[in-house]
């Protein structure tokens, strides 16, 4: 990779002329969004001194959330009122949606507009939230700039990307696209043009009276439900698999806990159905074009296709990722979703110097394990991956070489209890995010800081190869969350749990004396 | 990339979901993920918990044991499951030995799934068992 930090470069503010930011030319980072994800990892970059641009389609910042969820609220919380201060490090396992940043008054923004009724927070309070954030850190944004097309090209440090945008072209040797997961995806089921996507539902009165048939069971199908309640005469939400519910895998797998109204409904007989069954087609029905539709499904356990009738189809059935024509240069994509298949640093795997940030991260899943996804995909686990991304970038660049505090044998153990009581990054990202302490017997134990919990396992992370100890929170879908560490001597990994605790104490005699132990398998004592 | 209409045609062609009709593929490619890994990337860890079973779409993995490679898979083969079976670690590692894209369907679903679908249960049966007869044979 180019070096980075160009000597006499001055991190890009707002421009004080009225002048647009970042106009067209060569840079040594071009970002690509204004949601969260692109908000962070610019902040993130600023931090470390990498001169960058920021570039947007958008006249504002907010990304997806400057026009949905659509019913309004957020399913992620913040609560105002925490176990711990505002200002501590720990506040961000209760504040979901707060933009992380090292001044006390640039963090834990959100709550600062949250006004009591709900700790999901609005979508309005969200947008503003995000807005502030910009504000107050004077991030700057090319905004109104739309990325059109890709192609590669030679810039002044070797081999470059050149971004075609509405306002010219920009070169660069590192793109990172935080452009969302926010294209509106449809099956190709005989018909679906009839049907409205999620992303096109009409304002929640206009379906007064009118019966609904909702394609998909995941948040999005039932957060229209959920929303449609009050309004329609009947709504059937179909997929060919059971809905997962998040009550039940004990994660944020499946249907979150405030959209199981209709489920309710839907057992106690209430108008709204829900079935396990494929969308063979929809049709017009013998009215025609003023008539109701018919929706034709094939039950998933078997037996007769069923004809519903339906006033109104709307397709709840996700998005996809706008990567444009990304694929011709051949980064490559995976799932319904068509996210890019990214390294452990969110890099293409295929493409390397193109990086994602935001909620394409989700893309890079690290070890899933049990089954339980990272939360790469919103805000409080993205924030965090894109810290970890602009410190890898850094690192590459050779122009920041982190701080690598070191820690006193004696203090060691007590370091470990600490991260485990409090590190947002370990609550947040179970399983995929990882803190290093490593521990040269030359030098003594010190703090490598966090990467992607895969590539410590592979000894592919920027903390090295080191003999080392990892930190992490986990969980298993019991409800059960725990510490587990994990030895790597030379190169061999062994993994060691801590018993959970029910009341989530990692300061208790147990869990220092067996941190203890383990800490002691490593030699240090 | 692969819709779930295309996932279903490439696994209808697949042994162990030759006894399952289009609405119970349909049904069990919904509870499947798509995942892909790049050449050399470890998709199981040998001795680390939580694994998941997958199925290989496309490409090949090496079943590695203490670092030596005893075996490689290719479209169609499965891995994982007997980890999950027995509530173990994975014995092996798993490794992309080209670019790697498989179906993968979670350590807690895998139970679940193949009590609702007694023929793909059976089919597995019979692949362990192959998988048996043949490690009998090699230490004969």
């Known amino acids: 990779m180019a070096e980075l930090s160009l000597p006499g470069d001055e991190v890009t503010g707002p421009d004080r002329h009225n002048e ?56 992620s919380w913040t609560k105002p009122y925490a176990p711990v201060d505002r ?96 294209e509106p995806y449809a099956p190709a089921t005989p018909g679906i043009q009839l049907a409205a996507h999620y992303a096109d539902t009409r304002p929640a009165e206009t379906y007064a009276g009118r019966r609904i048939f909702i394609i998909g069971k995941q948040n999005s199908g039932f957060e229209l439900a959920s929303g449609l309640l009050p309004w329609a005469r009947r709504i059937l939400l179909a997929s060919p698999s059971p809905a997962k519910l998040s009550v039940n895998t004990r994660s944020l797998v499946g249907v979150r806990a405030r959209y199981l109204q209709p489920f309710e409904d839907h057992v106690l007989g209430g108008g709204v159905s829900i079935l396990d069954a494929s969308i063979g087609s929809i049709e017009r029905g013998p009215a025609g074009a003023d008539g109701p539709l018919i929706v034709r499904v094939r039950p998933s356990a078997g037996g007769e296709e ?103 044998p004696a203090d060691l153990v007590d370091v470990v209890l600490g991260e485990l009581a409090a590190a947002p990054e370990l609550w947040h990202q179970r399983a995929y995010l990882v803190r290093v302490i490593s521990l040269d017997p030359s030098v003594g134990a010190r703090d490598e800081g966090i990467v992607p919990l895969s590539a410590f396992l592979d000894g592919a992370g920027d903390d090295g190869t080191a003999d080392s100890l990892g930190i992490t929170m986990e969980a298993d879908g019991t409800a059960a969350v725990y510490p587990v560490l994990y030895l790597r001597r030379s190169g061999k990994i062994d993994e060691r749990a801590v018993d959970p605790d029910p009341l989530l104490r990692f300061d208790t005699p147990a869990v220092r004396s067996r941190v203890a132990d383990i800490v002691a398998e490593m030699g240090v004592r | 990339m692969a819709s779930t209409d295309e996932i279903v045609d490439q696994i209808a062609s697949f042994a162990l979901f030759a006894d399952l009709a289009t609405p119970q593929l349909e049904r069990i490619a919904h509870m499947f993920e798509e995942a ?105």
């Not at chain 1, 958008?58 to 969820?69: L, Q």
């Not at chain 2, 169609?76 to 498989?102: K, W």
């Open chain 1, 20 to 75: 647009r930011p970042f106009p067209p030319g060569d840079y040594p980072i071009v970002v690509v969004g204004s949601g969260p994800g692109a908000i962070q990892v610019s902040y993130s970059l600023r931090a470390l001194g990498l001169s960058h641009a920021v570039i947007s389609a958008d006249p504002a910042p907010g990304g997806m959330f400057r026009r949905w969820p659509f019913f309004q609220r957020l399913l």
């Open chain 1, 87 to 182: 200002t501590a490090r720990a506040y961000e396992r209760y504040d979901w949606n707060s933009l992380l940043a090292d001044n006390p008054g640039e963090r834990a923004i959100m709550p600062e507009f949250m006004d009591g009724t709900s700790y999901f927070p609005s979508r309005p309070e969200m947008e503003r939230n995000i807005a502030t954030f910009v504000e107050r850190t004077s991030l700057a944004i090319r905004y109104n700039c739309r990325w059109t097309a890709t192609r590669r090209g030679d810039g002044p440090t070797g081999d470059s990307f050149v971004l075609t945008t509405t306002d010219g072209e920009y070169r660069t040797p590192v793109a990172i696209f935080a452009v969302g997961v926010a």
């Open chain 1, 306 to 408: 069923l004809a519903i009738e339906a006033d109104e189809v709307i397709a709840a059935t996700g998005f996809v990722t706008p990567l444009l024509d990304l694929a011709d240069l051949g980064v490559t994509t995976f799932g319904q979703a068509r996210l890019p298949a990214q390294t452990a640093y969110w890099e293409s795997a295929s493409v390397p110097g193109i990086f994602f940030a935001g909620t394409i991260g989700q893309g890079s899943a690290g070890l899933k394990k049990h089954g339980l996804p990272a939360n790469s995909g919103a805000v409080h686990g993205a924030r965090y991956n894109a810290r970890v991304l602009a410190a890898h970038i850094a690192r590459r660049a050779s122009s920041h070489v982190p701080e690598r505090p070191l820690i006193a």
């Open chain 2, 36 to 140: 892909v890994y790049p050449e050399g990337a470890r998709v199981l860890r040998q001795g680390l918990s939580g694994s998941a079973f997958h199925i290989i779409l496309d490409g090949e993995a090496a079943v590695v044991i203490d670092g030596d490679q005893r075996a490689t898979l290719a479209r169609g083969d499965f891995f994982g499951e007997v980890s999950i079976l027995l509530g173990e670690a994975p014995g092996a590692d798993i490794v992309a030995s080209r670019p790697l894209r498989t179906l993968v369907l979670s350590g807690p679903q895998v139970q679940p799934v193949l009590l609702d679908n007694p023929p793909l249960m059976y089919r597995m049966l019979q692949a362990q068992a192959r998988r048996l007869r043949n490690a009998n044979r090699w230490r004969s």
